[in-house]
């Protein structure tokens, strides 16, 4: 089974902070995604990436970036957190080189930001 | 840009009934189209997925249909039962992503 791990299910942390959140994936899957999920607005996609180093925009990147130099490995960071950036924040990953494949998602880290 | 319109965003009802839910999006161009289902405290989980050369699939108590010239498709459970309580999302693919739909909350009553 494909398993995507988010390094933490609940973090808190101050406004101006910068921060981190990290997945990981065992499946050597090509694809990896961030996405915010919010009561009323379903999963929203942030950043993706393709291939090791490479990242793309999603529909919501403003406030975030994202690193990915190993290909099991994809990091989301707040540049300097906003209130407005408390979230449920979820990682996927799928195989090959498109968007016809099923994603497979971590269980979530919870992010409130003070 | 491709839109998906899930209805409804909640629905009860009684074990042993049947339950819909349906999705519209604007992308002709989409050709995959997955469901998932979130409980408490995990991340969404693929239940079943439909591509555009294919009208229909059925996987036990669950199955989807897809209407490609209405642009619609629909997630059907049978036999309801407790247990398939959670939040549902529907997705469709749009060039080098997918979009998802707001999500419905079923609740299966005993």
């Known amino acids: 089974d494909v398993k995507v791990t988010q390094s933490s299910r609940y973090l808190v942390k101050r406004t101006g902070e910068k921060v981190f959140l990290e997945c990981v994936q065992d499946m050597d899957h090509e694809n990896m995604f961030w996405y915010r999920q919010d009561p009323g607005l379903g999963l929203r996609l942030i950043y993706f990436s393709y291939d090791v180093k490479m990242k793309e925009k999603g529909d919501i990147p403003e406030g975030y970036s994202v690193s990915r130099e190993k290909k099991e490995r994809f990091s989301l960071i707040l540049e300097s957190a906003s209130t407005n950036q408390t979230s449920m924040y979820l990682c996927?990953?799928?195989?090959?080189?498109?968007?016809?494949?099923?994603?497979?998602f971590g269980d979530g880290t919870r992010l409130s930001i003070l | 840009g491709e839109n998906v319109e899930q209805h409804p965003s909640t629905l009860s009802v009684q074990e042993g009934d049947s339950a819909v839910i349906k999705c519209t999006y604007s992308d002709s161009a989409s050709n995959y189209f997955p469901w998932y289902k979130q409980e408490l405290g995990k991340g969404p989980q693929l239940i079943i997925d439909?591509?555009?050369?294919?009208g229909e699939k059925k996987d036990q108590r669950i199955a989807v249909t897809l209407n490609k010239t209405a642009k619609h498709f629909s997630l059907h459970i049978t036999e309801t039962q407790p247990e398939d309580s959670a939040v549902y999302f529907c997705?469709?693919?749009?060039?080098?992503?997918?979009?998802f739909g707001t999500g419905t909350r079923l609740q299966v009553f005993p």
């Open positions: 439909i591509r555009s050369n294919v």
């Open positions: 996927a990953s799928s195989f090959g080189s498109s968007s016809n494949q099923p994603q497979h």
């Open positions: 997705a469709a693919s749009s060039s080098d992503k997918l979009i």
